[in-house]
């Protein structure tokens, strides 16, 4: 089976800036995303709002939600109250969101699409993203029509998907003529879905992970090779943690990854990913950490409704 790696480069931070940090990612449509986001899954809508600002504060200009989240609406005031619901600061900002899997369809779609965007208080998103494939209830035909209307009006730059397998990402192909310019699917070093991330590459189609660390499991993957790395690649004057070592090593990846913290530091530890890099021997040692068992739900039964 075909291994993900990919070349590893090396990107330097100046002056702590997001925009000479954090490698920007070339899509199929053209478009760039920034290579780390901040997911906001498991966020009460109450508490969104300052996670948001203060991800923004530390440099984030990539933010992921999901209707099925419940917390666009803070999304959006943590936007508008940093000033990056409009503007220049806009325009620098790549938002994420996903539709409902209820609201699939053409119609429900684009009516969906409507209540999301006064949410997040935004004239637009950069990508909007079918989350589930729910082939036993297969809508992605009519709902991508719609997603291609909102993207020839302007209101959406980029279209994804969440969770397809090669068998959804082929339906959608023949049924539509396109690809999704992203996959976004669980992926970390003990769940790698080999399998998808070839056929992505085959078809020009980005990856992006979520549960990169397997919701924290991961952390202790490999009976404590990754502390030891960390420990290896840590200073006087800088700390790497085992978190940071999983992070690096999707990022060697060439994948998309959207970390969730509510902690200021946290949110700039999982940023600081660029200023060291893994040897070839432990690149290949968390690779060779691939299992059987994934963490969260099967796209051939689940459905976030």
């Known amino acids: 089976m075909e291994s993900p790696r990919r070349e590893r480069k090396t990107v330097i931070p100046e002056n702590g800036g997001i925009e000479a940090g954090i490698p920007l990612?070339?899509?199929?449509?053209?478009?760039?995303?920034?290579?780390?986001?901040?997911?906001?899954?498991?966020?009460?809508?109450?508490?969104?709002?300052?996670?948001?600002?203060?991800?923004?504060?530390?440099?984030?200009?990539?933010i992921d939600t999901a209707a099925g989240y419940g917390n666009e609406g803070g999304v959006g005031k943590g936007l508008e109250a940093g000033g990056f619901n409009s503007g220049e600061l806009r325009?620098?900002?790549?938002?994420?969101?996903?539709?409902?899997?209820?609201?699939?369809?053409?119609?429900?779609?684009?009516?969906?699409?409507?209540?999301?965007?006064?949410?997040?208080?935004?004239?637009?998103?950069?990508?909007?993203?079918?989350?589930?494939?729910?082939?036993?209830?297969?809508?992605?035909?009519?709902?991508?029509?719609?997603?291609?209307?909102?993207?020839?009006?302007?209101?959406?730059?980029?279209?994804?998907v969440c969770n397809f397998l090669p068998a959804d990402l082929e339906r959608l192909h023949r049924e539509t003529g396109e690809y999704p310019a992203i996959d976004q699917i669980e992926l970390h070093p003990t769940w790698q879905q080999r399998d998808v991330t070839a056929y992505c590459r085959r078809h020009h189609i980005a990856v992006q992970a979520y549960s990169a660390l397997a919701r924290g499991a991961d952390l202790d993957a490999g009976g404590g090779l990754l502390a030891e790395m960390a420990r290896r690649h840590s200073t006087e004057v800088r700390q790497v943690s085992p978190a940071q070592i999983i992070l690096r090593w999707h990022i060697e990846n060439g994948t998309i990854v959207i970390p969730k913290s509510v902690h200021r530091e946290r949110q700039m530890d999982n940023l600081a990913l660029f200023d060291f890099a893994l040897s070839a021997d432990e690149h290949e040692a968390i690779t060779a950490l691939d299992g059987p068992q994934r963490s969260g739900h099967d796209p051939r039964t689940f459905s976030y409704s």
């Open 25 to 62: 990612i070339g899509l199929a449509d053209g478009n760039r995303i920034p290579q780390v986001g901040l997911g906001v899954l498991r966020i009460d809508d109450d508490e969104t709002a300052p996670v948001i600002e203060s991800a923004l504060q530390v440099g984030y200009r990539h």
């Open 91 to 160: 325009s620098g900002l790549w938002l994420t969101t996903k539709l409902r899997d209820s609201e699939q369809g053409y119609d429900t779609a684009l009516r969906a699409f409507d209540r999301q965007l006064g949410l997040l208080r935004s004239e637009y998103v950069d990508m909007y993203m079918i989350h589930w494939p729910t082939p036993f209830n297969w809508r992605a035909e009519e709902t991508w029509k719609a997603f291609v209307r909102l993207r020839d009006e302007g209101r959406v730059k980029t279209l994804g």
